[in-house]
């Protein structure tokens, strides 16, 4: 199985539980790491031979900027149902950062990783992924 990742997409969002999260929004970043088999594209040398991740890119910005959500694992989840939409993907690893997480500490990140494969069912909202 070969790897195909895209990482640190930015996006504005209003998820959170606290309604000034809601309200104000906050930047999301996330990691996509697809695990397919690279091998048809590389002898057609033809993008639909496999993913295209600047149109993945777009659907997985339209998740993070779309339909807020309290928790960051609801939308990682959203977001691995969108990447398990190409049928081409055997597996999704996501990450979603919350660098501006309410917390009263000094901290970098706040980071949460999820692994979705083809067989799991993710909680993807409306037109988001399999359910």
């Known amino acids: 199985m070969d790897e195909i990742s895209v990482l640190g997409i930015e996006c504005f969002g209003h998820h959170g539980v606290f309604d000034h999260e809601r309200r104000d ?8 790491s697809l695990g397919l088999d690279t091998r048809p594209a590389a002898r057609s040398d033809d993008l639909h031979d496999t993913v295209d991740y600047g149109s993945l890119v777009d659907r997985v910005t339209a998740v993070v900027t779309g339909e807020p959500v309290d928790l960051i694992e609801t939308l ?11 049928s081409r993907v055997e597996w999704a690893r996501v990450t979603v950062h919350k660098p501006s997480a309410p917390i009263s500490a000094r901290f970098s990140d706040v980071t949460l990783t999820i692994t979705r494969q083809r067989t799991d069912t993710p909680a993807a909202g409306p037109g988001e992924g399999p359910r």
């Open 25 to 32: 929004g906050q930047t999301f970043v996330v990691d996509l």
């Open 76 to 86: 990682a989840d959203r977001v691995a149902g969108v990447c398990l939409l190409d």
